[in-house]
């Protein structure tokens, strides 16, 4: 056949993404065909709809196209990739030779008119979503704005309880497009005034739809964010109401939850200076009300920024200071950004004291760069112990021995921390392999100290420890690790899944160097050929072994 390619060629078109999800749609191509020529492939995909898939090769790449509404953004969609895959598997010997697609394009040049019409009107009485479209469309085209706003509400609305799944949301998008383009209709015909409405109860209800949808690819929030400019120059052209425009503002953005908000610079020439004011106002009574609300806070910080002063910024943001000091770090940082270091020190010091939770690095490193600075080195050394006896961590502890083998303390500093950290590991005891494991073995990991890191791990330790530790003494101690190794994959006999595969092959691995260094290797054959018999059902992990040549 003229039109060749491989798997990689379509990995390339699609993406990994949409790759993956067409290896699971290959069971579902149905009359795969070729043209004549053999440079055009065709089929259907069956999901949720049927998609007519065509393929060809362009430009020295494989093209495709689909109707689903992914395709028609311009993309090489899952249901391309599974045509292409089913199409490769047709290539193989034994394969039965696909039939040859009719010249639809032919047939359709030779209908009349009516008889184009005739076929289009069988297609829209037998998709209920294709009607409503065309309706929409010709409410449009005539004006009828009562029609265009009850179709856009019949398009949008989404049930209480309906979800739409992934496979909808993208054409859900496509219908909000579609709402989108009627309103601009109408706009473009002189009637913005009605536009404003319809398109707010447009995106009023897509916002609503997208609370119960799976829109992990973003369309239906793309599909909403293009109606936002479409709102802006419906008010531009009917010029509604200061009053009424600045309460919709108002509480549009203190109620969106998705990150499209309008941006009040935007609207400042419909508003006028006192629709503006009204819009700061609303904002300036719901903080009052809920001023621990996250829109609240959010819109009264940028309302401050804006228009007031430093002074009156750091006020608003102490209002609502927090256990781990995230807000006092907010303050040292505008304060300083402001050139005032030391009032910005204050707030970050002041943060450190009275922080009764966990406290974020960033707070701790901002006040360890200007103690740095200032040539503050013994509150820096108090400062770094302070925060590795309060949070145990690899990360702690290097910057802990950094400032302190500077200051020539180190042996003493390290020796205190050994303490707490064999103390934490007593305490621990059984229960570590259940948790991240006692740092201690994680710092001893990172010092070299493998053996002393080994031993301690034998009175506590987490399993990913245990295998860290393997891979390090496999040469030295092939028996110790060997029994680590066997002991993890154990339970995943039992388990599924690619994750899970993927584990057992690192952990097969692990087994096979380790009795290379005993000197075992018969009995590693053996018991990989036990393991691949009792796990023989798992095609996906047998084919995965088969790859690495665990056979």
Known sequence: MALAFTEDDLLEAAGPKSFERGLEYVDAVDELEFELEGTEINAIVTGTYEYDVTLWRERGGIEGECSCPWSQEGNFCKHCVAVGLAALAKKKPGSAVPAVRPDVDAWLAELTADELRDELRALIRGDKRLRRRFELRTAQATQDVGQVSALVRQLLRVGARQFIEYEDAQDYAV??????????????????????????????????????????????????????????????????????????????????????????????????????????????????????????????????????????????????????????????????????????????????????????????????????????????????????????????????????????????????????LREDLAKQGPKAQYGMGPVLIDILIAEGEFEEAWEQASKASSEPQRLKLAALIRVEQPAAALDVYTRALAPLRSQTGDDVYRRVLELLQGIRICHTHLGSEADFKAFLREFRQDQRRKRNLIALLDAAGLV
Not at 187 to 214: F, N, P, Q, Y
Not at 390 to 403: D, P
Request: proline letters at 2%; a negative charge; aromatic letters at 6%.
């Open 175 to 420: 219908n909000v497009r579609h709402a989108g383009e009627a309103v601009t209709g109408l706009i473009d015909k002189g009637l913005a005034a009605e536009a404003v409405s319809i398109v707010r109860e447009a995106m009023g209800e897509a916002r609503t739809a997208m609370e119960t949808a799976e829109d992990s690819d973003g369309d239906i929030g793309e599909a909403v964010r293009r109606l936002m400019p479409i709102h802006l120059r419906a008010c531009q052209e009917a010029r509604p109401d200061p009053v009424e425009l600045a309460t919709y503002v108002a509480e549009h953005n203190l109620g969106e939850e998705h990150g499209f908000e309008f941006e009040l610079k935007d609207y400042a020439d419909v508003l006028g200076e006192h629709g503006v004011q009204l819009v700061h106002e609303a904002y300036r009574a719901a903080y009052e009300r809920n001023p621990k609300g996250r829109r609240e806070k959010l819109l009264m910080e940028q309302l401050v920024r804006e228009s007031g002063t430093l002074d009156e910024f750091v006020a608003l943001l102490a209002r609502d200071l927090d256990s781990r000091g995230y807000q006092h770090l907010r303050i040292a940082q505008e304060l300083d950004s402001a050139e005032r270091p030391d009032e910005a020190l204050q707030w970050a010091e002041t943060g450190l004291r009275q922080a009764t939770g966990f406290i974020g690095t960033d707070l701790v490193d901002f006040v360890a760069l200007r103690y740095a600075q200032a040539g503050r080195m013994d509150d820096l050394l108090a400062l770094r112990r302070d925060r590795f006896q309060t949070e145990m961590t690899v990360s702690n502890f290097e910057q802990l021995r950094e400032i302190a083998k500077q200051r020539g303390a180190w042996p003493d500093e390290r020796e205190r921390a050994m303490v707490l």
